[in-house]
């Protein structure tokens, strides 16, 4: 496994998830104080793909530098308050649901093992459970 | 900003991604030793999509365990060797990102001050830039 390699693009989803997300943390603070700008906003995000979040900002920095300082600011708060907790909070998430995986085989196999004693790869031609 | 909501969207997205990562480390893994396996798994991913892990996982379990049991342990170890990296990785890349756009709004505000007197609020009807 290349780690470092899945260490760096996740890193680079995860800001641009976090844009994403001061984007939408604005759009809705636009929605209550300035309903015309968030259309405005809302449209220019429709036009713009924001999976891409350089591309994004830079396109934006073309027509509204105040929207592009307010997206910084706003993602940057949000990574400090967030990017912490996540370590914990994926590992944990990751071993409960391996944990669930692992209960649904064992009792997969707890049931069909009398009938089936020759279970080398019992999944091989496996397709109808 | 609601982050508590932010937070647990956040770690979903990891978990999908680093699941996302443990297939495409195991279709690496098999395209060298399996060849037919690795056919057979990547037309699987195609047909399920991987952005929702949990259900890609559960379509997998009823024709593969050995290879649902495989993904765990991929993504359990890619989790172990990345996730504590992430905060640092991405605090910086945010704080680098957000340096390099600041940088060009000064420019461009030094470059246009001389010539537009007048800028309370100088990019509301701008989008020649």
């Not at 890193?11 to 259309?39: F, H």
């Not at 994926?90 to 944990?99: A, P, T």
């Amino acid at each position: 496994m290349n780690s470092k390699r899945v260490a760096q693009e996740t890193a680079n989803l995860l800001q641009d998830y976090l844009t994403y997300q001061a984007v939408r943390t604005i759009l809705d603070q636009l929605a209550e104080t300035d309903p015309n700008q968030a259309l405005w906003l809302r449209k220019f995000s429709r036009q713009y793909n924001l999976r891409d979040s350089e591309a994004y900002l830079q396109a934006l920095m073309a027509q509204r530098k105040d929207l592009v300082m307010r997206i910084m600011k706003v993602r940057e708060a949000l990574a400090a308050e967030v990017v912490d907790s996540l370590p914990e909070m994926v590992r944990s998430g990751i071993e409960q649901s391996n944990l669930s995986y692992r209960c649904q085989i064992l009792e997969r196999l707890t049931q069909t093992q009398p009938e089936n004693t020759d279970n080398s790869h019992p999944d091989e031609s496996d397709s109808s459970e």
